[in-house]
């Protein structure tokens, strides 16, 4: 008997179908160990190696592992197999569990990757298992360790302004969403009229300027359109014109083609942008449902920036699109999906996401069989020939207006490719040329409907703000975060209030203003003309492309991580030196609350020589000593938060609560004290630390509210607990942090998009 260890529950029940009775296949829920959650940033280290850090167990991990371990035992288990998934974090999680298994007296360990949950592929790949890669394992701990350095000391430093944390890619990703916003605001509209008629169905747009005329119509940048114009006393001729003449004639007539060619299978970016724009899915949504999909072998590894797929896959491929469409829809083998990448950011170490099974033309599930059809389209659609177009260039002229009118007439004459690949809700085009007299002398009549022709008068408008697939191709483009960071990177932002998700895209809340442009420029080096700014874009692709190397062994792990924990240690320096010039926001917020406490008499001893009315006189580390007397004489009442967050947690404690009062010396809440250092935060500490149990299945009330959620959502049971990677509602977890109030957050999102479409 073997034990094969996968990550997920839903991969685990997909393999153990495939490997029968001769293994148990169990999962270990993703990271089993990891950096002790301790205030340490950095631990020792000799020169030349990384640091050694005592990794400690994560959530509910042992538990997990202590399952494994015995389940080995009562199965009198000779070999362990490894899968857990074929990426930098799979490989830190594989390295784990060896040491974990070999300490516990197992010594036939054996690592096992698959790109695909295929019988196959799993029977394949556990006759290649191997050892675990270290340059992987290097990788991921440099990356724990720069975010860890960067997470403790400069959130800490953030605190100072109410600043949860600032982050190596979450920071600069949240830039992106504020210099957006600020290009917004900065942006000056340039007002236009237009105007265009339809006639025999086919719409006419007015040209009023050639490139050339002085007067033509430019925006904000200088970029011409011929069809604006500012003269509106024009656009009242033409639209006079034509209501009065009520046709047009055919000036001239160019016949012309187009093809255009099928795109690369999909990589995680170009996924979760497809699935925005089709299926107006967020990342996490799409991640959620491709992850389903993966574990149940239906589709290839989803974390992935290589457009490469396998040549057996392109073969059926072929075979299916020359049985299904015919041979003149094959395109030349082996089409956009035989070489990789040209990003030289990518890692390129799977080959795309594409389905399993070509063949396979639907699955079960509404939400996943949506994204399979896009993928198994795209994936077809890299096999297949180009499409063709035959179109004509109209120009017209109507009486009393002397500026042309122009049209395009367009029809598809070879599908090719789109064939394959039309998303729902896209136009489909015309497949023959219409019955029309599109030739020189030609007249049209105006189409008989409400408004024709049309006047418009507008402004142009500024830059989108991004939506969430938007700011992954910015990512993207930038060279920051990697396919396994996209998703969570926007979670965390939105999770900690630095934007906010609405139907105008992804909006910076004052915190995240705050973030960006007082708090992360504190980390900038003015004498480094290179890398002067640590949390730039450029900076943080720089590191990326530093794991990159470690990854595939080009450089040495203890250089690139020596190399950051200088840089950061110097900016970080700049940093403290800039923020004590002037007093904080939270310093002058603590002012304000001790001061009202001081009497007079104190308050002149205390100031003698300060002025704290004017910040230009009083720098940081004085407002701190001012701070340091009042807080030592002064009882700080809790804040509104402490109290909020104190009686929330008293609402879940088992015990007295009179029992948890006397722990801090004070008989009720309203005895309670303020500050880091006050019986508030001390009671806070107590109250979670005895209210942390063990995970319990959702409780019944639960339950209930998910079912009616689910129902105004119009989704069954597997379709609402695909949100939370699970099969139904007996696998939901309660808790404050359980999978089932994960999973009404979801739903009442869905419920509000649901109830503004209907409006």
């Known amino acids: 008997m073997d034990l094969l260890i996968v990550e997920s529950g839903a991969k685990s029940k997909t393999i153990q179908k495939y490997l029968g009775k001769e293994y148990v296949v169990m999962a270990c829920g993703g990271h089993v160990e990891d950096l002790p959650q301790s205030k340490n940033a950095t ?4 020169e030349g190696e990384l640091p050694k850090p005592a990794w400690g167990w994560t ?15 009562d199965k009198k288990v000779n070999t362990i197999y490894v899968a857990t998934d074929p990426d930098r974090e799979g490989e830190f999680i594989a390295w784990r569990l060896f040491a974990i298994f070999t300490k516990a007296g197992y010594h036939d360990i054996r690592r096992v990757t698959f790109n695909a949950i295929t019988k196959k592929q799993v029977e394949e790949s556990i006759s290649k298992a191997s050892d675990v890669n270290m340059d992987l394992v290097e990788a991921a701990i440099v990356r724990r360790l720069m975010d860890r350095l960067v997470g403790f000391r400069a959130s800490n430093f ?3 302004w109410n600043i949860k944390s600032l982050g190596r890619v979450q920071t600069p990703t949240c830039g992106f969403i504020v210099d957006r916003e600020l290009e917004r605001e900065a942006f000056v509209p340039v007002p236009y009229y237009s105007a265009h008629t339809f006639a025999s169905n086919m719409k006419f747009i007015v040209r009023f300027h050639e490139k050339d005329d002085e007067d033509g119509w430019r925006d904000s940048d200088g970029k011409f359109d011929s069809s604006r114009t500012n003269d509106r006393q024009m656009v009242d001729e033409v639209i006079a014109a034509l209501e009065s003449e009520k046709e047009i004639m055919v000036e001239d007539s160019k016949e012309g083609s187009r093809v255009t060619k099928p795109k690369p299978a999909f990589t995680t970016d170009t996924l979760l942008q497809a699935a925005g724009s089709y299926l107006g899915w967020g990342v996490g949504k799409t991640m959620v449902v491709a992850g389903a999909l993966y574990n149940a072998g239906l589709i290839t590894y989803l974390r992935t920036d290589s457009t490469r797929t396998d040549p057996g896959a392109r073969n059926l491929a072929r075979a299916h699109i020359e049985s299904k469409w015919g041979s003149d829809h094959l395109g030349t083998a082996p089409g956009p999906g035989a070489g990789g990448t040209s990003d030289s950011n990518a890692q390129d170490a799977h080959e795309a996401i594409r389905p399993t099974n070509v063949e396979l033309e639907s699955v079960e599930d509404a939400e996943q069989n949506r994204l399979y059809s896009l993928i198994r389209a795209r994936f077809l659609a890299t096999q297949m020939s180009e499409a063709k177009y035959s179109s004509m260039a109209l120009t017209a002229k109507v009486k009393g207006f002397n500026r042309p009118l122009t049209s395009k007439v367009e029809w598809r004459i070879h599908a090719g490719w789109e064939a394959a690949f039309i998303p729902t809700g896209r136009k489909q085009p015309f497949t023959k040329k219409p019955d029309l007299d599109l030739m020189p002398g030609a007249k049209h009549t105006l189409d008989d409907i409400e408004e024709n022709p049309v006047f418009v008068e507008d402004e142009t408008k500024p830059t ?26 926007i979670k965390k932002l939105l999770d900690r209030k630095y934007c906010e998700s609405g139907s105008a895209g992804l909006e910076p809340t004052t915190s995240g203003r705050t973030c960006w442009l007082e708090v992360a420029p504190h980390y900038t080096d003015s004498e480094d003309e290179d890398m002067s700014f640590i949390f730039s874009a450029e900076f943080t692709a720089d590191m990326e492309h530093s794991l990159d190397l470690i990854e595939r062994g080009d450089r040495p792990a203890h250089e690139v991580w020596d190399t950051f924990v200088v840089k950061f240690k110097k900016l970080h320096a700049i940093a403290l030196e800039l923020k004590s010039k002037t007093p904080t926001p939270r310093q002058k917020a603590l002012f304000d609350r001790l001061w009202a406490e001081t009497d007079e008499k104190r308050r002149a001893e205390i100031l003698t020589g300060i002025d704290v009315d004017d910040e230009s006189k009083i720098t940081g580390e004085q407002m701190k000593g001012v701070l340091d007397k009042l807080t030592s004489e002064t009882s700080l009442p809790p804040s509104e938060a402490q109290l909020k967050f104190v009686n929330s947690l008293l609402e ?3 015990g007295e609560k009179s029992e948890a009062f ?3 010396g004070v008989s009720s809440i309203d005895e309670l004290t303020g500050g880091r250092k006050g019986t508030a935060s001390n009671l806070i500490a107590y109250l979670l630390e005895n209210t942390e149990s063990a995970p319990s299945p959702a409780s019944p009330k639960q339950l209930k509210f998910i079912a009616n959620l689910a129902e105004k959502a119009e989704l069954d049971e597997a379709a609402a607990c695909a949100l939370v990677n699970l099969k139904n509602y007996s696998e939901l977890m309660g808790g404050r942090n359980g999978s089932a109030s994960t999973l009404i957050n979801e739903l009442k999102k869905r419920g509000k998009k649901g109830s503004k479409r209907k409006k």
């Open 43 to 46: 631990w020792p280290y000799s």
């Open 662 to 664: 006397s722990t801090v």
């Open 158 to 160: 953030a605190n100072s």
């Open 464 to 489: 989108a703000r991004f939506r969430q697939p938007s700011l992954v191709a910015q990512m993207k483009k930038s060279g920051i975060g990697r396919p396994s960071t996209y998703a969570s990177t």
């Open 652 to 654: 879940q404690f088992k």
């Open 59 to 73: 959530k509910g991990a042992e538990k997990t592992v202590g399952n494994m371990l015995k389940k080995a035992a």
